[in-house]
């Protein structure tokens, strides 16, 4: 099993940035491709990013690329997700997935087993 915890979410401004972190226990990861997700209310969970275990491989939805960068730290079992130029259309609880995922299925949320509880992320306009 994997457990996975997010943190760093929080209000900004639009234009502004935030740093989420995502620490994976239990099972080591090192292994693993992770990603992050989001959803807003009333929508489906969306991709956002994803990084292969060798951090040789990323994965952007158009919405986001340019402005987030993705990364892992596999001696920390870590995670993070930095976001630049935040608009009010990135507001949503984002979430951090771990799993042997096929790089060619990393945006469907179904093929991730482990799920973190989210971290909210609001931008204000």
């Known amino acids: 099993q994997v457990q996975l915890v997010e943190s760093g979410g929080g209000l900004v401004q639009a234009g502004g940035s935030l740093r989420l972190s995502c620490v994976a226990s239990g099972r080591t990861v090192s292994m693993y491709q992770m990603g992050w997700f989001r959803q807003a209310p009333g929508k489906e969970r969306e991709f956002v990013s994803a990084?292969?275990?060798?951090?040789?491989?990323?994965y952007y939805s158009e919405s986001v690329k340019g402005r987030f960068t993705i990364s892992r730290d596999n001696a920390k079992n870590t995670l993070y997700l930095q976001m630049n130029s935040l608009k009010s259309e990135d507001s949503a609880v984002y979430y951090c997935t771990a799993d042997r995922t096929d790089p060619r299925s990393v945006g469907i949320p179904s093929t991730w087993r482990y799920w973190g509880q989210g971290t909210q992320v609001t931008v204000s306009s």
């Open positions: 990084i292969n275990w060798s951090d040789s491989d990323t």
